[in-house]
């Protein structure tokens, strides 16, 4: 989640030129979960939905297994994910809240789809300046293979004296 200081969403080249961090944090994040559940489908993930309460704004879309999750920060815990957007949106608005909602995978790239939840609508891959997808591939390659970190950080927490 990112409040910026100028809104650039009606702006389709200024949105497109943004930096990768604030493009997945502000408009995008949804394009960066699914690319996430593609590439790595096999490690339990599933794609979850800060959702503001009503009469306030700030979603964000990451994927957790319930323990890790995933976005524009990269790898972390999901108690530290929603630490971070709780602690920001409460700074800019007090008295912020939310609720999580899980999502299907094919939500996350169709508008029409997202739509059938209430105060969700989501932008398609395409419907940017350019095709998304392959840019959050492209972002998802800097963290490198995520699945063997995910393993290694498994096996430390459950092998004899961990805790």
């Given at each position: 989640?990112?409040?910026p200081?100028?809104?650039?969403?009606?702006?389709?080249?200024?949105?497109?030129?943004?930096?990768?961090?604030?493009?997945?944090?502000?408009?995008?994040?949804?394009?960066?979960a699914?690319?996430f559940?593609?590439?790595?489908?096999?490690?339990?993930?599933?794609?979850?939905?800060?959702?503001?309460?009503?009469?306030?704004?700030?979603?964000?879309?990451?994927?957790?297994?319930?323990?890790?999750?995933?976005?524009?920060?990269?790898?972390?815990?999901?108690?530290?994910?929603?630490?971070?957007?709780?602690?920001?949106?409460?700074?800019?608005?007090?008295?912020?809240?939310?609720?999580?909602?899980?999502?299907?995978?094919?939500?996350?790239?169709?508008?029409?789809?997202?739509?059938?939840f209430?105060?969700?609508?989501?932008?398609?891959?395409?419907?940017?300046?350019?095709?998304?997808?392959?840019?959050a591939?492209?972002?998802?390659?800097?963290?490198y293979?995520?699945?063997?970190?995910?393993?290694?950080?498994?096996?430390s927490?459950?092998?004899?004296?961990?805790?």
């Amino acid at each position: 989640m990112f409040f910026p200081k100028t809104n650039v969403k009606d702006d389709p080249v200024r949105r497109w030129h943004r930096p990768n961090r604030q493009f997945f944090a502000n408009g995008a994040c949804q394009v960066l979960a699914y690319a996430f559940l593609q590439q790595y489908p096999d490690l339990g993930f599933r794609a979850r939905w800060i959702k503001p309460a009503e009469g306030y704004f700030g979603n964000h879309i990451f994927v957790t297994d319930g323990r890790s999750a995933f976005d524009y920060h990269g790898l972390t815990t999901e108690q530290r994910l929603l630490s971070l957007c709780f602690r920001r949106a409460r700074r800019f608005h007090p008295g912020w809240d939310a609720t999580l909602v899980d999502l299907p995978t094919d939500i996350l790239i169709s508008e029409a789809r997202s739509r059938e939840f209430e105060g969700l609508w989501l932008r398609e891959p395409k419907q940017f300046l350019h095709d998304a997808l392959p840019r959050a591939r492209t972002f998802l390659d800097r963290f490198y293979n995520l699945r063997d970190r995910l393993i290694t950080a498994s096996a430390s927490c459950t092998s004899r004296g961990a805790g």
